[in-house]
């Protein structure tokens, strides 16, 4: 039998956030300065964010990975098969790094290493209900803050809705 790939799958990497959701993160963390959406995809946060804000999108042939320039935030809903890379480049390029992803991910041994080496520390984590469109897996979802510097405890919030 010849593999047969599913034309109706849709990876990971490409789901979008619900812009209700994208607003609530928005509101929640006020990004200010210069802000960078480094995979705007179809628009989601980037219709909620400031309005000079910069993006990239790999699709439109702006690869974040070897953007230049540096930036206050990034805000965004990243790839999630290439987080690991997405953060480390962030950490080279923002002061303020906030990533929508399954909250373990944050944990393992070595995202917390890059998160170090790299000056940052874990200020907040925002919690919410996982979106009707995004697989349903067991693991809490949330929009993880780091913050160059921060050496504090970390704020858990509840961001209240169904997306
Ligand atoms: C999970 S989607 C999220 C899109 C958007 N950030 C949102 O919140 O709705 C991730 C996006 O990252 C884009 N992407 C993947 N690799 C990229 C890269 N190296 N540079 C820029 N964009 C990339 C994909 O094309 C896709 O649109």
């Not at 593999?3 to 109706?8: E, I, S, V």
């Not at 929640?28 to 309005?51: H, T």
Request: glycine share 8%; charged share 25%; with cysteine.
């Amino acid at each position: 039998m010849r593999f047969q790939p599913d034309r109706n799958y849709l990876s990971n990497d490409n789901i979008q956030t619900p812009r209700p959701l994208a607003r609530a993160v928005v509101e929640a963390l006020r990004p200010s300065g210069r802000v960078l959406e480094p995979c705007a995809g179809g628009g989601a946060f980037l219709s909620v964010l400031p309005a000079d804000s910069l993006w990239c999108e790999l699709r439109e042939g702006r690869d974040f990975l070897v953007w230049e320039g540096q930036v206050d935030w990034i805000v965004t809903n990243p790839p999630w098969s290439k987080i690991r890379a997405f953060l480390r480049k962030a950490f080279a390029v923002a002061d303020h790094v906030a990533f929508l992803m399954t909250i373990n991910h944050a944990w393992t041994r070595a995202r917390l290493r890059d998160a170090r080496e790299a000056g940052f520390g874990i200020r907040q984590i925002l919690l919410f209900n996982t979106p009707k469109t995004f697989p349903q897996s067991g693991f809490q979802l949330g929009v993880v803050v780091y913050t160059r510097g921060y050496r504090g405890p970390i704020e858990l919030r509840e961001l209240p809705g169904d997306w």
